[in-house]
């Protein structure tokens, strides 16, 4: 976590669902850090990223993530990353089309992204993935321009079916 991107001030956004509709078309990433259902904190990056400082990354434990991404893609590994590292209870990730969400196990996240297994894992279905994507691809149910949006969710179907993590995408 750089210290790239101070907080700014509260807004109006005081739920999650207000805040996922203030950053759903935005240009820039955003991260909202919510505590009990409040807004704690937020903070706006640049086109394709968002920074948390150091000195804040406290507030992740127990809470409640929400974020964007303009290109439309699901969860970067540096967003699972965090939400693991921090104890993220629940992080949602809003894009203009689609909702993502993934929730914290009941019996908490057990997953060490420096561990060689989980490296060699997500390798294997990083090439499953492609292979997915391919396969629709050829049978005209995706098309070319949507495989780069569409990699990240297809890693993570597999990726968070292995490891018993709630994940979900939704139209909005």
Do not use: C
């Amino acid at each position: 976590m750089d210290d790239l991107h101070y907080p700014l001030p509260q807004d109006d956004a005081k739920t999650i669902e207000l805040a996922i509709q203030k950053i759903r078309y935005d240009v820039t990433e955003n991260l909202y850090i919510f505590k009990n259902g409040k807004q704690k904190r937020r903070f706006k990056g640049d086109v394709n990223f968002v920074s948390l400082s150091n000195k804040y990354a406290f507030e992740l434990k127990d809470g409640t993530l929400v974020h964007n991404h303009p290109s439309g893609s699901s969860f970067s590994p540096q967003d699972i990353q965090i939400a693991i590292q921090h104890n993220v209870k629940d992080f949602y990730l809003v894009t203009p089309n689609y909702l993502f969400y993934i929730k914290r196990p009941t019996k908490g996240w057990n997953i060490d992204f420096n561990s060689e297994l989980i490296e060699e894992q997500l390798n294997a279905l990083q090439t499953l993935a492609l292979q997915l994507i391919e396969n629709e691809i050829v049978k005209n149910q995706m098309s070319i321009y949507e495989k780069e949006i569409e990699f990240f969710h297809y890693l993570w179907i597999l990726f968070f079916d292995v490891h018993e993590i709630y994940y979900q995408k939704r139209e909005i």
